[in-house]
């Protein structure tokens, strides 16, 4: 009994170290990939030009039956009409029940432009252009594709991931304006056309408290939002392995990382631009 109780617990301290030293293994494979990923962008603009326009396209605008329905612009330009309209009808009710629903369009300048539409846009983009990439390059692995690109020469990491990192940098600019235009309108139209407000009265504050200036920091959070995306499902779908279950258990992981990263980091990136004053003031 005194000698069993001394092995036990040195299995569990091997066994606690091994899963340690694991975990610690794979965040270094993790961080290399990023930055092999990260630093070869440059590259991947010189010398994949055609595949990066090709990769923009195809994000854009997509493929088979999304390409019906106009792709991940369709998707993001709905996805934030409704959130806009949530603006309308929120925003009204609750503001009504205090007695200046007026304030309505401060609501949409406010909240849209800094939380609202990016994380939106993040959502979109994990599940459509992310998922896509995921699955994709998880589908070439388990095919063999990516160690033929390596046979001929061809730096995988280059022109699979960094291409698509860039194209979806470049993507998500227009997808950005059609997202926030989305969700501007669809909030004024659904206060003074639902509601009665009045135009003259919604478009007073909206204007009032729309800062150019916040338009500027939710592009900017949205497009390291969308950096952090592109990297973790490129890395998710790099190293699939298993068959078709593991592509489809590597689309799961990645878009279920990327949303957890995305609300940390729009946390993260509110604290340090907004966090000391937010450049917000009621009165005059």
Request: aromatic share 10%; hydrophobic share 50%; glycine share 12%.
């Amino acid at each position: 009994m005194s000698t069993s109780t001394p092995s036990r617990q040195f299995a569990r301290m091997r066994s606690t170290g091994t899963q340690v030293t694991s975990r610690w293994n794979e965040f270094g494979s993790r961080a290399r990939f990023y930055a092999a990923t990260l630093s070869n962008i440059a590259d991947a603009v010189v010398h994949y030009r055609s595949e990066v326009l090709r990769l923009i396209a195809q994000m854009g605008l997509g493929v088979g039956a999304l390409a019906v329905v106009g792709g991940t612009v369709v998707i993001i330009g709905f996805l934030t009409m409704t959130t806009g309209a949530i603006i309308a009808v929120q925003g009204y009710n609750q503001l009504g029940s205090l007695g200046f629903e007026a304030l309505t369009g401060f609501a949409s300048a406010f909240f849209n432009t800094r939380f609202i539409i990016p994380s939106t846009i993040g959502v979109a983009l994990a599940a459509t252009i992310g998922a896509g990439a995921t699955a994709q390059l998880g589908a070439m692995r388990i095919n063999e594709e990516i160690d033929a690109l390596e046979v001929i020469g061809i730096r995988s990491v280059t022109y699979l991931c960094s291409t698509r990192v860039v194209a979806g940098l470049v993507v998500v600019v227009p997808l950005y304006c059609v997202a926030m235009i989305m969700g501007f309108v669809s909030a004024r139209l659904g206060t003074t056309l639902i509601y009665g407000q009045g135009a003259g009265v919604y478009d007073h504050y909206f204007n009032t408290f729309l800062n150019p200036t916040d338009l500027l920091w939710s592009l900017a959070l949205t497009m390291v939002m969308t950096l952090e995306i592109m990297v973790i499902h490129t890395h998710y779908g790099y190293f699939a392995s298993g068959g078709p279950a593991g592509v489809g258990e590597a689309v799961g992981r990645a878009v279920r990382t990327s949303m957890i990263t995305t609300a940390v980091v729009e946390v993260m990136f509110s604290l340090a631009v907004y966090g000391q004053t937010g450049d917000f003031h009621l009165a005059g």
